[in-house]
């Protein structure tokens, strides 16, 4: 391998790891932003940026179907369902006193152990093994997915659109009940 390919290799690398560390820092900042807001609306978009800096990181990992469905699901569809619920329960838009828990240094210790529980078990699992983010091995598995999706599992899909059109439906019903 000459040396200008090599130098090549590394500022990719350099620079896939500058931007996976960049998505991951503004997820965590807005995931923190999340759950510390008084204001429902707000965070529920600050859920919407940690949702798309996940869909990021999928395509970083090469799933760029899971970052599509990500996306659509998620974002497109969970979200906007999310603020249907706030918008429809005609909750108090703004600043609430009474939605903090009165002590959050439990909740603190909760997450600070899961984090420690996780830790251990991905070193545990993976030790020191480096991954090749460089790899030839990689699988584009996007059209198998798709074609399971559209063929094999096309009953079942459209019933879940049928399912949550539903839904939908009868949200609107009972919100213009008065």
């Known amino acids: ?76 569809a969970i979200l906007v369902l999310l603020l249907f619920g706030v918008m429809l329960t005609r909750a108090q838009i703004g600043h609430e006193d009474d939605l903090n828990h009165p002590q959050p240094m439990q909740g603190l210790m909760v997450a600070v152990i899961l984090f420690a529980t996780m830790v251990y078990a991905l070193a545990d699992a993976f030790g020191t093994t480096r991954l090749d983010a460089l790899s030839e091995q990689r699988v584009e598995r996007t059209d198998a997915v798709a074609d399971a999706i559209f ?27 008065d």
């Open 1 to 76: 391998m000459s040396q200008l390919a090599m130098l090549a290799a590394e500022t990719q690398e350099i620079a896939t790891n500058f931007f996976f560390y960049t998505i991951a820092i503004v997820s965590v900042l807005s995931a923190l932003k999340m759950v510390t807001t008084d204001n429902v609306v707000h965070s529920a978009l600050w859920l919407l940026i940690v949702l798309a800096s996940v869909a990021a990181v999928y395509v970083f990992l090469g799933a760029e179907f899971a970052a599509a469905t990500q996306i659509l699901v998620y974002i497109g």
């Open 151 to 177: 063929s094999t599992y096309i009953v079942p899909f459209e019933a879940i659109s049928v399912l949550l059109l539903a839904a939908l439906i009868g949200a609107i019903v009972v919100a213009r009940r």
